[in-house]
């Protein structure tokens, strides 16, 4: 898991979300731990199972603080469907320009992200990053990291 973006600061950027309102990084997500998971593309089988994980394991992220967020480059209307459709109860984000995914190298080159998360500290630091998951275990491995790391 060592990734040369670990340390870093996630870059400058806002991108529109779900909830109604843009986060900006890295301030959006300072003073609580955050999972940024990006995936390829709404309502699609493996995207599904990985937002549908997140939502169900909800409460183990919450119960530390900390907060999830998908990304992805669709728009917000397939976001808002997709969630509306799984229930999924955090929000997600449109990398419009996918600017967010070029800095974090997570960009495919084709206008879907690799499927990567990031467990982002609360300072707004990267602290683990794993690349290319698997999407029906990515949720177990990232709340077992930011029970490592937050306590």
């Known amino acids: 898991m060592t990734d040369s973006l ?11 979300s779900t909830d109604g309102k843009d986060l900006k990084l890295p301030d959006g997500v300072k003073g609580h731990w955050t999972v940024l998971y990006f995936y390829p593309a709404d309502d699609t089988p493996g995207c599904t199972k990985e937002a549908c994980s997140y939502r169900d394991g909800i409460g183990e992220f919450t119960s530390k603080g900390a907060k999830v967020y998908g990304v992805s480059m669709q728009d917000i209307g397939s976001h808002t469907a997709f969630r509306a459709k799984y229930n999924l109860n955090f929000p997600l984000l449109f990398d419009k320009d996918h600017k967010l995914s070029e800095a974090l190298g997570s960009y495919k080159g084709t206008d879907f992200a690799s499927r990567d998360t990031f467990l982002i500290d609360k300072e707004g630091k990267i602290r683990a990053v794993w690349r290319k998951v698997d999407p029906t275990a990515t949720m177990a491995e990232t709340h077992q990291k930011l029970v490592e790391l937050a306590g």
Do not use: A, D
């Open 6 to 16: 670990i340390g870093q600061s996630l870059p400058n950027l806002s991108l529109p």
